[in-house]
């Protein structure tokens, strides 16, 4: 059974950091485009995920540009898993955060209809 599980998600204040895990089982997605989605509270669950991060099979990274000078993807293949290092913490990243990877590509393409599979999420709250 194919399983990603987010963990990491917890509250912070606005300039705090945090580090979400993703650690996928059933799947070894090593050369596989990992990346992280986020639903912020005001979005419907029918509307599209908003993209963050995603790293693809060759390590290539790409960021959202309201995040892209504070965070950092990473992926350690040795244990399945992938990170997403958060620093410097706003109000506006108030979201539940998902991992997402499809068995198909290597490269990312940055939209979450794109992605077969999907973690359960892990909820960052950011208080100002």
Known sequence: QVQLVESGGNSVQA???LRLSCVASGLDFNNLCVAWFRRVPSQPPGKEREAVA????DGVT?????????????????????YLQMNNLKPEDTA?????????????????WMFDTWGQGTQVTVSS
Request: proline content about 0%.
């Open 15 to 17: 300039g705090g950091t």
């Open 54 to 57: 995603g790293i693809a099979g």
């Open 62 to 82: 790409t960021y959202a540009e309201s995040v892209k000078d504070r965070v950092i993807i990473s992926r350690d293949n040795l244990i399945n898993t992938v």
């Open 96 to 112: 539940i955060y998902y991992c997402a990877t499809d068995h198909r590509r290597s490269a990312c393409f940055m939209r979450d």
